[in-house]
């Protein structure tokens, strides 16, 4: 599958392998990197863990920052209380708090 040879260029440190050829050499990294990990967020096997489409409109426009992930981050529900503490801090409030404490760190 395409996500499983995107995670596998992510592992090895050289996520930028897995863009399109057709792409040439002119290309803003950043952006590439961007959507090829917001690519692997939206596909993660726990619908936990993906993020809402809200936030992936605010991914896409530049009003939120991606979360700096690892490959580590999408065991289990790691993924799922990241973006949870990152859209509760988008909100602002005590919840903020509670979310994160409530996540066992």
């Known amino acids: ?16 392998d897995a863009k399109d050829p057709n792409l040439g050499t002119k290309y803003d990294q950043r952006e590439v990197e961007m959507v090829l990990k917001l690519g692997l967020l939206c596909s993660h096997s726990d619908p936990r863990g993906r993020p809402t489409m809200g936030q992936v409109l605010n991914y896409l426009s530049g009003d939120a920052m991606l979360p700096d992930l690892s490959p580590l981050d999408f065991r289990g529900n790691g993924i799922h209380h990241r973006l949870s503490e990152l859209s509760m801090m988008s909100t602002g409030g005590s919840s903020m708090v509670d979310s994160i404490l409530s996540g066992g760190r």
């Not at 599958?1 to 930028?16: C, P, R, S």
Request: aromatic residues 18%; glycine residues 12%.
């Open 1 to 16: 599958l395409l996500v499983d040879l995107v995670f596998g260029f992510w592992i090895e440190g050289n996520i930028l």
